[in-house]
């Protein structure tokens, strides 16, 4: 029986745990958080930090795994690059590779080094250096950790006096301490989160979506809904496509899923924000199975124990799909009673919905993914109708707290 290793317990994880089994594959998951829900799906769990490298070797060693995957995990993805080539097993990408990827600045540093358009950015660990730099930056900017994900400790800071707090909370974000700032981009027309897949280094599925923000969430940079197709224009999806299968090649990457961010500025140029070898959160690689009949996770699983892949092809959309982060309104708290949704959606659009409270829990404001009180899967027949639906959550959707 081959042996899977997955780093990290969320709830996102559970397909790929379900899947491993349809396939006869044991499944060790592993983190320091032993109340994470999927350690109850796993064949067994062990209780190791996913960060802490060569725990995590000593871990996959001991148990003669056959492959290893961060699917949906950010701070595993390096560890589990590390153990792939300690041991010689699949993965999309090199240990250097992985770490230039993983790294905001260092990302950042190897396109504009290797003449891609890439935002004005600097990479810090002192606190105290970017107020040496002020006029380096063209404000507002943004700052962020260089190594978090579901857009933690990021903020949008307008002029120079409001920075300080930014960075503190950049820092509390971040698993090494690194912090980057670069130039905020407005975008022309919206932020992409997509999860496409390679081939031995030929993009083969390749997807974009329009991420949308709840400007008026205790976050406003954190994802609430993403819409597929995209309404990006076909010439920057091209270009953009061209340009992320360059990067495969320069980087050396191969077969497995990626999850890409890009957008296009009203500057026209289209950017390449990041690329992680991983699933996405949110559940993306889910959704654009049911829109585009790809069968994304069941790939990724086969790939990392070494199973031949089944057909991996480019597809059209099926319909008009939106996944729809639920979450707290605006600062709302509480404690967790039910959920209402109209039965004319439910009926009509709603296709999968996931809950990831019950009755009783706490909820907090949406500060980041990590927040998020569940997901839901709409179709529909066109963008309009579309639009038109999930422009207006409070008619159809009520969160009811105690």
């Not at 790929?16 to 350690?39: F, M, Q, R, S, W």
């Not at 597809?315 to 404690?335: D, R």
């Amino acid at each position: 029986m081959k042996k899977l290793l997955l780093l990290g317990g969320s709830r996102y994880i559970l397909p790929v745990i379900k899947k491993a089994h349809e396939l006869g594959i044991y499944v060790i998951t592993c983190d320091y958080l032993p109340n994470n829900i999927a350690h109850k799906y796993s064949d067994r769990y062990c209780n190791v930090s996913i960060i802490e490298k060569d725990a995590v070797l000593k871990v996959a060693q001991e148990n003669k795994i056959d492959g290893v995957m961060s699917f949906a995990c950010d701070p595993g993805v390096v560890t589990a690059s590390y153990v792939a080539e300690k041991m010689n097993l699949p993965f999309q990408a090199s240990y250097e590779s992985t770490q230039i990827l993983q790294d905001k600045g260092c990302f950042r540093k190897y396109l504009e080094d290797n003449g891609f358009n890439v935002p004005h950015s600097k990479r810090y660990l002192d606190k105290e250096a970017p107020f040496d730099d002020v006029d380096y930056f063209n404000w507002p900017v943004i700052v962020k950790p260089v190594d978090s994900a579901g857009s933690k400790g990021v903020n949008r800071v307008e002029e120079p006096g409001e920075l300080s707090k930014a960075v503190d909370e950049a820092i509390k974000s971040s698993i090494n301490g690194a912090f980057i700032i670069e130039d905020f981009i407005t975008f022309d027309g919206y932020h992409s989160s997509a999860d496409p897949f390679v081939v031995d280094g030929m993009i083969k599925f390749m997807t974009y979506s329009d991420q949308l923000f709840d400007t008026e969430a205790a976050n406003p940079y954190t994802p609430t809904k993403i819409i597929w197709p995209s309404s990006m224009k076909k010439c920057h999806q091209d270009y953009l496509t061209s340009e992320i299968q360059r990067l495969v090649d320069l980087l050396g990457l191969t077969t497995g899923i990626y999850n890409i961010e890009t957008c296009v500025g009203i500057d026209g140029k289209p950017y390449i924000m990041e690329v992680s070898p991983r699933g996405g959160g949110c559940k993306i690689a889910e959704i654009q199975e049911l829109a585009f009949g790809v069968n994304l996770i069941e790939n990724e699983v086969r790939k990392s124990v070494g199973l031949p892949l089944l057909d991996v092809k480019q597809s059209e959309c099926n319909g008009h799909w939106c996944e729809m982060v639920i979450h707290a309104e605006h600062n709302q708290s509480g404690i967790f009673d039910k959920i209402y949704i109209d039965d004319k959606i439910k009926n009509n659009h709603l296709k999968v919905l996931d809950l990831c409270v019950s009755k009783g829990s706490k909820v907090m404001p949406f500060t980041g993914a990590n927040m998020s009180l569940g997901d839901m899967f709409l179709r529909f027949d066109s963008r309009e109708e579309l639009d038109s639906i999930t422009d207006k959550t409070n008619k159809w959707l009520k969160i009811e707290l105690l």
